[in-house]
Nanobody, 115 residues
Framework: QVQLVESGGGLVQPGGSLRLSCVAS????????MGWYRQAPGKQRELVAS???????NYADSVKGRFTISRDNAKNTAYLQMNNLKLEDTAVYFC?????????WGQGTQVTVSS
């Protein structure tokens, strides 16, 4: 089992920045993928950004150039640096980790962009 704990969400004005963290614990061996997803009210959960164990990254078109995903293997932590936040970035952000036979989700952290 893998446990994921997200932090770093909050209320920010448009144009502001936040950094989300996702700490993995438990049986973390063989995690080959970590991703950030988000779900806004009334909408489906969507991929925001992902990073593989080989450091290959992938971003949703809506966040390219504004968000950066990174991973610190020594700290078992994935980060999502979010800059130039927009109203439409408001959502609950979830961390996802994958092993060859399992996938895990964190509990989510709320990000609210409002003036």
């Amino acid at each position: 089992q893998v446990q994921l704990v997200e932090s770093g969400g909050g209320l920010v004005q448009p144009g502001g920045s936040l950094r989300l963290s996702c700490v993995a614990s438990g049986s973390i061996f063989s995690i080959y993928y970590m991703g950030w997803y988000r779900q806004a009210p009334g909408k489906q959960r969507e991929l925001v950004a992902s990073i593989t164990s080989g450091a290959t990254t992938n971003y949703a078109d809506s966040v390219k150039g504004r968000f950066t995903i990174s991973r610190d293997n020594a700290k078992n932590t994935a980060y999502l640096q979010m800059n130039n936040l927009k109203l439409e970035d408001t959502a609950v952000y979830f961390c996802n980790a994958r092993q060859p036979r399992s996938a895990y989700w964190g509990q989510g952290t709320q990000v609210t962009v409002s003036s």
